[in-house]
Structure formats: structure tokens, C-alpha cells
């Protein structure tokens, strides 16, 4: 173990963990602004009940979003400090960006909106949490594209004298392919997710609260998750597909460790496949994998996609010696669940719908439980999304420019990344469990009574509460 | 003017900003257990920053990517190098930045007294420990010609840096203190500015003597305006403080902020980071810099948008003008 495992470990599980929060972040806040849309249109008190409701879990989550992403910004300079080096022409700006532009935007408005009740008028009350909705998406974008040089990099240009390099064209980094289409993908992820969460906690009440004089919120809150799942999936498909014939493009060793394909000619690599002697899982996606070689290949069905060999064999010869492809069973597997957790949330999804048909009220005890898990799945999706990207992409840091290794802080030594990591770890675990029993919390307790709303009385403004407080 | 220049004096005005506006969050965080005598008091306290501390959070956000953006050896130099301190400073954000959402979530007391302590250390380690990165910035830290860090932990606790830490910490507690008398009402309003007065007089020497320090360090004749500023608006501050005149006592903290990080940056420039051992090593606004295409494209992004910012930004501080008291707080 060195100091560049240790500060792999710990990029990865931050990042893995940071973006627990994200989708639910990204997917709710736009969710949360429809629900408060709907109220303030049709004047429907369920829609304002739905919007306290979701609004708070929304805003338990989100600080937890806000607070891991601030590490995410620091750790490229304390831990990748030759990466930081290395891009810091071309990366810095997209993240500056991204913070002038989205943060605060976001960290603003949504101040606005959680103390806002009573202090704007109806309408810029709405405007806020949009304005927050907008800058949360946005932020996607921005740290996307950074995110997709080091997938696919473009506009730049190596110095030959420092060895860096520069930016040559901005807008070719900011409409870089893989950006455009790993931005409505990461977005399409999110609201699987955050629309499963509207769906779970609309299902628990539907189910275990009935005959409260709520139901009638909770059911339309169930069928708009719902709905919500079932069209974001669909995104997620048309968009994941577009992206493998991308990666199969750019970042063919990707394509290829996602199959676990080392070569369709030789037969001998086959016989040390080792992800071949998983093949048993090939039988439980059995369905899939005829159609992920169809459209994630070449997009001919008698096209032949390069394998690991053949592409270690290339890579060896154009960037000198060494192992270019990442650990297959990794991105094998990760690949695999990605698609999977994504797509058993969209089927749960549908049983939900099917359930409530024409006004019934579901019953099956296996619905409730599969209603239950419904948000972990797709955050599963997510997580194994970005450990498969990410982990694809492996040796390098910057495909073709930059190796992993190269880019780790020289300065930090070992024993100050194990304390770091430690300390995230212990931190980052505990605020978990807290934030976890908060959300169980405040789902139970279902929507809140918004008929004493504050109205405009004589009470002195000195005087008068305050219509939300920490 | 360079576009290194500007984009030099932006990331010491990303900085100034944030140290300002954080400035007062951290201090009324560390005024928690002091001011707030009883759980609703202490609900006062957090909620003068409540609709704002997040946006305040974010010039720290934008100064660190603004420093990535445009001199990304400057911020690869300084992010690893002060690692172990920076980790102090996330942690301590972490914790506080949850505490605040999380704190009213449970009636229990011991739930909420778990939190307001998070509160505390995590204004109090950053306002401690900017100072003491601050100062090392300024005095220069051992860099080899690489521009890596080859000091340790102990290489950035000297006297002088210490001096920085108390230095901040004592101007972010003024600070906090004048902020409150400004947004509360009744009991802790009084409690608040009598307060700062103490404190004030307390940081107006360690402010003294640390700029003094400073200037025998590198200095130049702006910096030796702006740090004789910067005493005066801290004093001018702590007399509007003393005869209750809450608005001109805060302009007073303010403005001693922000011409105590100008002196720092006015003595330091051209360098970003001068190094304590070979000459080579020490990184200044043009060595440390991106290329001219980048920081053009960045100074258009920041034309643009800064105003925008600064203009949201200042209509939800006029919108959350109100002061607060116990009478405004909600039973739940």
C-alpha cells in the first residue's frame, strides 16, 4: 500500500459517496419546484402539502450535498496536485465556472425559499426555488464537462516546453461529445432516483396510512414518482445508448473491459477469460446482452468491436510499455449493475402504477417491500455508473495523456492520506446513519397541516414568528 | 493592466469577500455557547445566518476554483502542501454545515446540544486556521524548485502564523459579535454589542502587532496604507460599537477585514507564494499562471456574472433585513 492507492481509495469513496446526495439533489429540487408550480396554478392545497413535505426531505438531503462537495474541489489540489498541474489550464475554469455560475445561483435561492414563506411574494417565492433548481442542474453541466476531458480530451494543446497542457478552444471542451451526452444521462440518473424517492414515501402512506384524510396527495405523489421513474429510464436508455457508441469511439479499451471481450479471434484468450467463467450471469441478463451488443458495439450486429488484446497490443506500441486496460471484473460487473439496478427501479415503477389502477389501493405486502427499496436501486444505478466510467478509464487520469499515477500529490506523504482518508471515512459514516434515520424520520411523519398558514393579520412584523427557523 | 494582475486582485477580492461574509457566520458559531443563554436564544443566534451562510460558504467554493482556474501551480502548490490544515478546515465545515440544517430536526436536548457543539468547532477550527494559512502564505513556506511543498506540519505552526490564527479569530468573534447586535433584538442585541467591545480591544492588538509583523516581513507603501486602514476602521468600528451605532460598527469590522487580507496581498504581489529555500521555487502571478487565453476567457466569465452574483447576493441580505428576537421564533 502507497500513497497513491490510499488517495485512490479515498477519491473514490468521497466521490462515490458525494454523489449519493447529488441525484437526489439534482432530480428533487426540479421535482419540489413542479409540485410548488402545480400549487400556486391550481391553488390545491395537496400540491402545497406535497411541496412542505418533499421540500424538507429534499433540503435533509441537500446539505449533505452541499457540505461533501466542498471536499471535492479541494481534494484535486491536496491529493492530485500533478494532475492539478498537469490540466489546471483547461480544468480550473469549468469548476470556477461552476461555482460563480451554479453555486451561487443555488446556495442563494435556496436560503430565499426555506426562509422566504412569508418574507417574498408568492410568486418570486416560486421563481426561488426554481432559480435553485436551475443552478443545481446547471452545476451538473459544468462539472460534467470537466469530467469528460479527462474521458475525451479536446481543445487543448500539450506545451512542449512545460509539458502541460493548455487550453486551445474552450467551447470544444464545453460541447465535448461526451459531455453533451453524459449531461442529460447523469440528469435522467438523478431523477430515477429522486422520483423513486417521491414514489417509496407516497406508497408507505398509500399503503400503511389508509383512510387518513391525506391519501388522496400520497396517491397522486405515488403515480407522479412514478411516472417521473419511467420516463427518466427511458432517458437513461436512449441516452446510455448514444454514450457506448460514443465510448466505443473515444474510449474503445472502455467498451471492451465493459464486455470482458479480450478478443473474438483468438480462441486461446478466451480459454483465460476470467469474466468468462461468470458467464452464468450472462443467463440472468440473458435479455440484454444481444441488444447491449447490437447498439453499445458498432451498431452493426456483424461488426466486430476491438478487444483488450488487440487495443493493449496498440496502446503498448503508441505510449510504450505498460498494462492499458483497467480491472475487467470491475468494469465487467459495475457495468452490469448499473443497467441492472437502473432498470428493476423502472419495473417497480410500473407494478406501482399497475397497482393503483383506476383508483384501487395496492395491497400485496411484496409490493410494500419492493416500494421500500425503490430508491436504492437506482442510487445503486448511479454509483456503479460512475465506478464503471471511472474505473474504465483506468490507467489514466486524462485518457492517453496522463496515467493515475502520474497525477497524485508528491508532497503528501502516506501516513497524511491514511489520516485523511480516515477522518472522511468516520465522518462521512456517521453522518450517514444520521442522515438516513432524519429521512425515515420526516417520511413517517407525512404530510404536514398547512392550514394555519400565516395570514396577513395585524400582528406587528416585530412580533410575528417567524414562518421557518432553524 | 495584466490579466495576471486581475486575476490576482480577484482572487484576493474572492478571499476578502469570504472572510467578510464567513467572517460573521463563524463568529456568530462561536458565540453560540457564549450569547445563547437557552435553546431559543441559541435559535436566534443561528437564524440571523440561517437564510445566508450557505451563500457565503460558496466565495470560498469560488476563490478556490478562481485560484485552480487561473494559477493552477498556485493552488496544486498550496492545497497539498497545507494539506493536513486544509483537512481540519473541511472536516470542520462539514460538521457545521450539517449542524445547522440538522439542529432543529429533534426536540431532544441532547440531539441539539451534539449539534451546537459541531457548531462551535466548526467555527471556531477555520477561523483559527485561515489565519494561520494566511500567514504562511505571506511568509513564504519551504518550496523546492518543483514549487513542491517540502516542509511539514510543524513548518506551519511558528510563532507567526500562530499570531495570524489568533489575529482572525479574534476579528471573525468582533465581527460575529457586531453582526448580532445588528440583526437581533432586546437581550442579546445588548449582550452582543457590549461584547464586542471587549473582544475588539482584545483583536485590535493582535491585529496590530500581527500587521506590524507582517510589514517587517515584506511590505510596500500601499501595504503600509491599507494595514494603518485597517486599524483605523477596527477602531472606528469598536467606537461605533461602543455608543451602540450597530450599522457603522459593522462597516467598521468589514472594512478591517477586508484592508487586513488587501495588506497581505498588496505586500505579497507579484509573488503568490514565495518559497523560504531555493529562490527557484517561489511562485509568483506570472510563473504560477494559466495561459492568456484562459485567463481571457475567465475574465469575460467573471464580468459577466460577478455583478449578478453581488446583485442576488445583496437582495437576499435587503430581504432578510429584519432583526430577530425570541418573540420570532416558531415553537417548532
Known amino acids: ?470 | 493592466m495584466e490579466l495576471t494582475t486581475v486575476w490576482f486582485l480577484l482572487v484576493a477580492v474572492l478571499f476578502t469577500g469570504y472572510f467578510i461574509l464567513e467572517g460573521f457566520d463563524f463568529g456568530v458559531g462561536m458565540l453560540l455557547p457564549v450569547l445563547g443563554r437557552d435553546d431559543r436564544q441559541r435559535r436566534v443566534l443561528i437564524n440571523t445566518i440561517g437564510p445566508v451562510w450557505d451563500g457565503n460558504e460558496v466565495w470560498l467554493i469560488t476563490a478556490g476554483g478562481a485560484m485552480f482556474a487561473a494559477f493552477p501551480e498556485w493552488y496544486a502548490t498550496l492545497f497539498s502542501g497545507f494539506y493536513l490544515p486544509l483537512l481540519l478546515i473541511l472536516l470542520a465545515l462539514i460538521a457545521r454545515g450539517v449542524a445547522f440544517e440538522y439542529r432543529h430536526k429533534r426536540p431532544e436536548a441532547s440531539w441539539k446540544r451534539r449539534w451546537d457543539q459541531a457548531i462551535f468547532w466548526g467555527s471556531a477550527v477555520p477561523a483559527v486556521l485561515w489565519g494561520v494559512a494566511f500567514a504562511n502564505i505571506f511568509r513564504g513556506v519551504p518550496l523546492d524548485a518543483d514549487h513542491e511543498y517540502v516542509g511539514g506540519l510543524l513548518d506551519l505552526l511558528h510563532p507567526y502564523a500562530l499570531l495570524g490564527g489568533l489575529t482572525t479569530l479574534g476579528l471573525f468573534l468582533t465581527h460575529g459579535a457586531v453582526f448580532l447586535a445588528l440583526k437581533t433584538t432586546g437581550d442579546i442585541r445588548e449582550r452582543a454589542g457590549a461584547l464586542a467591545v471587549k473582544l475588539g480591544a482584545g483583536t485590535a492588538v493582535a491585529a496590530v502587532a500581527f500587521l506590524g509583523w507582517s510589514l517587517t516581513i515584506r511590505s510596500s507603501a500601499a501595504a503600509v496604507v491599507l494595514a494603518v486602514g485597517a486599524a483605523l476602521a477596527l477602531l472606528g468600528g469598536l467606537a461605533a460599537a461602543r455608543v451602540r451605532r450597530e450599522g457603522w460598527a459593522f462597516t467598521g469590522t468589514a472594512v478591517a477585514i477586508a484592508l487586513a487580507v488587501a495588506t497581505l496581498f498588496a505586500a505579497l504581489f507579484p509573488n503568490v507564494l514565495p518559497s523560504t529555500l531555493d529562490a527557484a521555487g517561489t511562485l509568483t502571478a506570472t510563473n504560477a499562471a494559466s495561459t492568456p487565453y484562459t485567463l481571457k476567457i475567465m475574465t469575460w466569465v467573471a464580468v459577466v456574472f460577478t455583478p449578478i452574483v453581488l446583485a442576488y447576493q445583496g437582495w437576499t441580505y435587503w430581504v432578510f433585513r429584519r432583526r430577530i428576537g425570541v418573540q420570532n421564533i416558531p415553537q417548532h
Open chain 1, 1 to 470: 500500500m502507497d500513497a497513491l492507492d490510499v488517495a485512490r481509495w479515498q477519491f473514490g469513496v468521497t466521490t462515490v459517496y458525494h454523489f449519493l446526495f447529488v441525484p437526489l439533489t439534482i432530480g428533487l429540487s426540479v421535482l419540489v419546484a413542479i409540485l410548488q408550480t402545480m400549487w400556486h396554478r391550481t391553488g390545491n392545497e395537496r400540491y402545497l402539502k406535497l411541496t412542505k413535505f418533499y421540500g424538507k426531505l429534499f433540503l435533509i438531503n441537500f446539505a449533505m450535498g452541499v457540505v461533501t462537495g466542498i471536499v471535492q474541489e479541494f481534494q484535486f489540489g491536496m491529493n492530485w496536485s500533478d494532475y492539478s498541474r498537469f490540466v489546471g489550464d483547461i480544468f480550473g475554469a469549468p469548476l470556477a465556472i461552476e461555482a460563480l455560475v451554479a453555486f451561487f445561483l443555488e446556495s442563494t435561492f435556496i436560503g430565499l425559499w426555506i426562509f422566504g414563506w412569508d418574507r417574498l411574494p408568492k410568486r418570486l417565492h416560486l421563481a426561488a426555488i426554481w432559480a435553485a433548481a436551475i443552478g443545481t442542474n446547471l452545476s451538473a453541466y459544468f462539472i460534467l464537462a470537466a469530467n469528460s476531458f479527462m474521458q475525451n480530451p479536446v481543445g487543448f494543446r500539450i506545451n512542449p516546453d512545460s509539458g502541460r497542457a493548455e487550453l486551445t478552444d474552450f467551447v470544444a471542451v464545453l460541447t465535448n461529445k461526451v459531455a453533451l451526452v453524459t449531461f442529460p444521462h447523469t440528469l435522467a440518473g438523478s431523477f430515477l432516483v429522486a422520483g423513486s424517492l417521491v414514489v417509496t414515501v407516497g406508497l408507505w402512506h398509500v399503503m400503511r396510512n389508509r383512510g387518513s384524510a391525506d391519501t388522496g396527495a400520497y396517491r397522486f405523489a405515488t403515480k407522479f414518482g412514478s411516472w417521473v421513474v419511467l420516463v427518466s429510464s427511458a432517458l437513461v436508455v436512449l441516452t446510455g445508448d448514444i454514450q457506448g457508441k460514443i465510448m466505443t469511439e473515444v474510449q474503445p479499451m472502455k467498451m471492451a473491459a465493459a464486455e470482458g471481450l479480450y478478443t473474438t479471434e483468438s480462441p486461446a484468450s478466451f480459454s483465460v477469460l476470467t469474466v468468462g467463467s461468470l458467464d452464468g450471469s450472462r443467463e440472468v441478463f440473458a435479455l440484454k446482452i444481444p441488444y447491449l451488443l447490437s447498439f453499445l458495439g458498432t451498431g452493426d450486429p456483424h461488426g466486430t468491436v476491438q478487444g483488450i488484446n488487440d487495443l493493449q497490443a496498440q496502446y503498448a506500441s503508441q505510449y510504450g510499455p505498460g498494462n492499458y486496460a483497467p480491472i475487467i471484473p470491475v468494469t465487467y460487473w459495475s457495468f452490469r449493475f448499473m443497467i441492472g439496478f437502473g432498470l428493476a427501479a423502472a419495473a417497480i415503477a410500473l407494478l406501482v402504477l399497475w397497482s393503483q389502477r383506476k383508483g384501487r389501493t395496492p395491497s400485496s405486502k411484496w409490493l410494500l417491500r419492493a416500494g421500500l427499496v425503490m430508491p436504492v436501486l437506482p442510487l445503486l444505478a448511479n454509483s456503479f455508473g460512475w465506478i464503471f466510467t471511472e474505473m474504465g478509464r483506468q490507467p489514466w487520469i486524462v485518457f492517453g495523456e496522463m496515467l493515475t499515477r502520474n497525477g497524485v500529490s508528491r508532497s503528501v506523504s502516506l501516513t497524511e492520506v491514511l489520516t485523511s482518508f480516515t477522518a472522511f471515512t468516520l465522518i462521512y459514516a456517521t453522518l450517514a446513519v444520521i442522515e438516513f434515520k432524519l429521512l425515515v424520520r420526516y417520511a413517517r411523519a407525512g404530510v404536514p397541516d398547512v392550514s394555519d398558514e400565516p395570514a396577513d393579520d395585524d400582528t406587528d412584523d416585530a412580533e410575528r414568528p417567524l414562518a421557518f427557523a432553524y
